[in-house]
């Protein structure tokens, strides 16, 4: 089975904060992807990468970075934490072609 | 256009009852296409893949309908389990690694 482990759970942090949210999975995926979901909007896709040290915007990637120095390992970072960043976070993880991706748990983040 | 759209619902059934949904997507060169099941404040995981020829995994039909570009997901002998937004998967064949793009989801209550 697919395992994709996204730090925390439920996280809570301040306006202004340096904010790191870590996902890892254990396929050997090329391809890991950030959304964030808000009620009544659905999935967003916030940056997605296909390879170790590349990356591409999504749709909504203003106020977040990425980083991936390693193929397991994908970390999305709210450069200064604002309230409307308030979400639920979810990693996902797919190898090529036309396979269905995989999610983790989500992270909700309470921004204060 | 949206790329991927399906009615947001909600549908409430009784316990017992049959229940389907359709999914109309805009690429008609899409070739891959999923149903994911979301309970509330979790992650979306995977239910079935939708083969060309149509698919079945229990009380679950799947259909896929090219002409009209739109899929189907039948519930037969609805449980109260499977209360939950069901949410449309289609590859967007761009031969970029962001090639799945998810619908808003159809919410699903099963009523005792």
């Known amino acids: 089975d697919v395992k994709v482990t996204q730090s925390s759970r439920y996280l809570v942090k301040r306006t202004g904060e340096k904010v790191f949210l870590e996902c890892v999975q254990d396929?050997?995926?090329?391809?890991m992807f950030w959304y964030r979901q808000d009620p009544g909007l659905g999935l967003r896709l916030i940056y997605f990468s296909y390879d170790v040290k590349m990356k591409e915007k999504g749709d909504i990637p203003e106020g977040y970075s990425v980083s991936r120095e390693k193929k397991e390992r994908f970390s999305l970072i709210l450069e200064s934490a604002s309230t409307n960043q308030t979400s639920m976070y979810l990693c996902a993880s797919r190898t090529g072609g036309n396979q269905p991706q995989h999610f983790g748990d989500g992270t909700r983040l309470s921004i204060l | 256009r949206k790329e991927v759209e399906q009615d947001p619902g909600p549908f409430n059934v009784p316990e017992g009852a049959t229940v389907a949904f359709n999914c109309t997507y805009s690429?008609?060169?899409?070739?891959?296409f999923f149903w994911y099941r979301q309970d509330c404040r979790k992650e979306p995981k995977l239910l079935m893949s939708v083969y060309s020829s149509g698919n079945e995994d229990g009380r679950f039909t799947a259909q896929l309908n090219r002409a009209s570009q739109y899929i189907s997901l039948l519930i037969r002998d609805s449980k109260l389990s499977d209360s939950a937004t069901y949410l449309c998967v289609v590859n967007n064949p761009s031969g970029s690694a962001r090639q799945l793009t998810f619908g808003s989801g159809t919410q699903l209550t099963v009523l005792p």
């Open positions: 396929m050997d995926h090329e391809n």
């Open positions: 690429n008609s060169a899409s070739q891959s």
